[in-house]
């Protein structure tokens, strides 16, 4: 008997990881869930590729039990869609206290106080250094702190 | 009794809906989930009697066979969790109601606590009682998801933002444990933990060690281990403290929960034993470190949490019956003294106002009591004799002894130094919400210096204590000091108390945990007992399938065959 995985859904899925992981990386917490559903959904196709060929309708009396689809992945599936469209809920609700709690016009994740006190902290020791001298340092990278900037007068 | 097996899980839950079906009568919804909880511990006691007499019990959920219905195991190890977090759920349960009744939250609009808290415990029933990876995956999202609630309930500025850290966490770590049983299905075509011990022992070597460590990293962010327990001190320290107490004490264990079936039943003889060790130690260490310099006694407690999650993983990794004894031993203690650590903080903030070491002082005066409920979990979790902790301790270092590798040694010394600096940080803790006068607590270094010698000597001592912090992140903003109810401080006594019999009875569980953790070394001993035939179902032969159909023997083969050629 030969078996194959269709080319198509491999791709999809790899396609979803991918773009799914960079948007969970991102600072918008309506991004973030973006990038959740889409791994979410890419974790489901994993699943559902897990069952290997596809056959008939798993339903007894259907059809012969050796040309049915494996009933257990899409079982895991549907569980998973649930759990993920409830999550999906709280999330939305956590994303707008945020929001209104912001107050910024943007859902992005808030600084932590006791990072931003740590962060001071470092820079009180390096005061002497100067804005030439940072350009001239050859490690030194600049998307670091105009992050940190960005932040800290946001706090400010 | 087998029949009573799922009760564990389906009171809470059901009493939680009738809870949630009662919003506006408080005294209605506290009542039910008192008896809930009760009921709970008196089943989950219970089993844990049985269970020691008679073997694992086992329920095959619909009277389907093992390796096509779900089953539901309680062994020894399942049994002492579900006791253990019984009374945990039961005694933080009495503190929020002291707490509540105090802070007259009969005027909220819907009341979602009581609720929320049985869902969580029905959750960590569920994990416990799991026969296979998907129900242990849905136990695992029932608590997350009453947890999210928990831990952004009243929705404030600091605790939304700590939750979404949080919830962002535990969402990856979910995807990635569901990630992992898909692959553990693709390769075994079941999720039955009894029967991938047969079949995963049957795999390529590179692929059970993929799966290991796939499983490994869903389980370790839940549990906090060292590069993944970043999360933890940033979200846990803002929620409501019996919420913290009771996440303190069991959310972390479940994840170390799942770790030991991980590496007992589905690979015992993985090399990753030697992986954990290493990881234990950095655990252990990074998270003292983190605790030793920290100005919030919540946010210290976190870090302690972390670094003794070590210790855990360090009878783990030595894959002995006797190191798993040592941990089975030293999870019950960890569970029981940290929430009671988490409580007694939680009497603290009521009591000083707040929870910053800087501005606490001069409470032993105050609050006499709060002192002592304060002092002997801290005895206790820094491992002085004659407590539990010292005897977890001892029980794990005599298992690295006999193990006698030079890793273990290693550790030995690693966990002796780490048990110092926990009560290093603790009595620094101690002393300064304590021991100091108020008036040098308020005044910092202007206080007015007593005149006798020890008291300068004091003096001195207490602003050497201080200014090794002066970078660490200080608590939340002062709070209103408030009277101190009488059933929190009674919860938290209690909660002592049962501590101090973990104590008294540590001859009695120490021979049970060995016990368990001889059941836990033989591995094929579950099977036997969740499989009626473990010999026909192991290799998917097909002979025992219903009518010859078995899907996975040839189809999983395939489909990875395919999946390699095709990438």
């Known amino acids: 008997m030969t078996l194959s995985i269709p080319l198509v859904l491999l791709a999809v899925m ?91 016009g943007e859902d992005a994740v808030v600084d932590d106080a006791h990072d931003l006190e740590l962060v001071d902290a470092e820079t009180l020791t390096t005061d002497e250094v100067t804005d030439e001298g940072l350009e001239s340092e050859p490690e030194f990278d600049e998307s670091n702190t105009t992050d940190t900037f960005e932040a800290r007068e946001g706090h400010a | 009794m087998i029949s009573l097996i799922p009760l564990v899980v389906l009171i809470p839950l059901g009493s939680a809906a009738l809870a949630l079906a009662l919003p506006g009568r408080r005294r209605a919804q506290q009542l039910i989930t008192v008896v809930a909880l009760v009921c709970v511990v008196a089943l989950s006691g219970a089993f844990m009697w049985i269970v020691d007499q008679q073997g694992a019990l086992v329920m ?55 609720p929320t808290y049985l869902v969580l415990g029905a959750g960590v029933c569920n994990a416990f009682i799991a026969g296979d990876l998907f129900n242990l995956y849905v136990g695992f999202e029932i608590l997350l998801v009453a947890s999210y609630v928990l831990i952004t309930l009243g929705g404030t500025g600091p605790r939304i933002r700590a939750g ?180 007694a903080v939680g009497l603290i903030e009521r009591q000083g106002g707040t929870t910053s070491l800087t501005s606490l002082g001069g409470m032993l005066r105050a609050a006499p009591v709060v002192a002592v409920l304060f002092f002997i979990p801290m005895l206790n979790l820094g491992g002085i004799p004659p407590f539990s902790g010292f005897i977890g301790k001892l029980g794990l270092f005599t298992a690295a002894a006999e193990l006698g590798t030079p890793g273990a040694y290693w550790l030995m010394g690693v966990g002796a130094l780490v048990s110092l600096l926990t009560l290093y940080a603790l009595a620094r803790a101690w002393s300064l919400a304590f021991w100091r006068t108020r008036a040098a607590a308020l005044g910092g270094a202007n206080a007015p210096v007593p005149n006798t010698p020890e008291g300068l000597m004091l003096q001195g001592r207490e602003v050497a204590l201080i200014e090794r912090l002066h970078d660490a992140p200080d608590a939340m903003p002062l709070q209103k000091q408030r009277e101190t109810p009488r059933l929190m401080v009674a919860a938290t006594a209690g909660m002592v108390a049962v501590s101090l019999l973990l104590t008294v009875f540590a001859g009695p569980l120490y021979s049970y945990s060995t016990r368990a953790g001889e059941q836990l070394a033989d591995s094929g001993l579950f099977v036997s007992e969740v499989l009626d035939n473990p010999n026909e179902v192991s290799s998917g032969s097909g002979k025992n399938e219903i009518d010859g159909y078995d899907p996975r023997a040839s189809k999983a083969e395939s489909a990875i065959a395919q999946a390699g050629e095709v990438s």
Not at chain 1, 16 to 23: C, E, N, P, R, W
Not at chain 1, 65 to 78: G, K, T, W, Y
Request: cysteine-free; charged content about 10%.
């Open chain 1, 14 to 104: 790899v396609a979803l990881f991918a773009i799914g992981v960079y948007l969970l990386l991102d600072r918008s917490l309506t991004r973030v869930l973006l990038g959740f559903l889409l791994v979410g959904n890419a974790t489901n196709l994993l699943i559902f590729l897990t069952s290997g060929a596809f056959g008939e309708a798993p339903i007894y009396g259907e059809a012969e039990p050796l040309d049915m689809s494996d009933p257990l992945p899409q079982a895991f599936i549907l569980t998973a869609i649930v759990i993920t469209f409830g999550v999906s809920a709280f999330m939305l609700a956590l994303i707008y206290r945020s929001w209104r709690l912001a107050r910024e």
């Open chain 2, 60 to 114: 095959q959920v619909g009277g389907w066979a093992a390796p096509f219905g779900i089953s539901l195991v309680v062994d020894r190890l399942s049994a002492l969790m579900l006791t253990v977090s019984a009374v945990v759920l039961l005694g933080v349960l009495l503190f929020s109601l002291g707490q509540g009744l105090a802070d007259g939250d009969d005027e909220t609009p819907v009341s979602i606590y009581y």
């Open chain 2, 164 to 343: 979404v850290t949080y919830v962002v966490v535990s969402l990856v770590s979910s995807i990635l444990f569901l990630v992992s049983i898909g692959l553990v299905y693709a390769a075994t075509g079941t999720v039955n933990i009894a029967q991938l011990t047969l079949r995963i022992a049957e795999l390529p070597g590179n692929v059970q060690l993929l799966l290991n460590l796939a499983l490994l990293i869903a389980f370790g962010i839940k549990a906090a281990i060292f590069p993944l327990a970043f999360w933890l001190p940033d979200s846990y320290p803002t929620a409501p403290a019996p919420v913290t107490a009771v996440f303190a004490g069991l959310l972390t264990k479940v994840g170390v929960y799942a770790i030991i079936r991980a590496q007992t039943q589905l690979f015992p003889h993985s090399s990753v034993d030697q992986l954990l060790l290493v990881i234990a130690a950095l655990t252990l260490i990074v998270g003292i470190l983190g605790a030793v310099s920290q100005l919030d006694i919540k946010r210290l407690l976190s870090f302690t949490l972390i670094s003794h999650i070590g210790y855990l993983i360090f009878g783990i990794g030595m894959a002995t019956s006797a190191g798993y004894a040592a941990t089975i031993f030293y999870v019950a203690h960890h569970i029981i003294v940290q929430t009671t650590l988490f409580l």
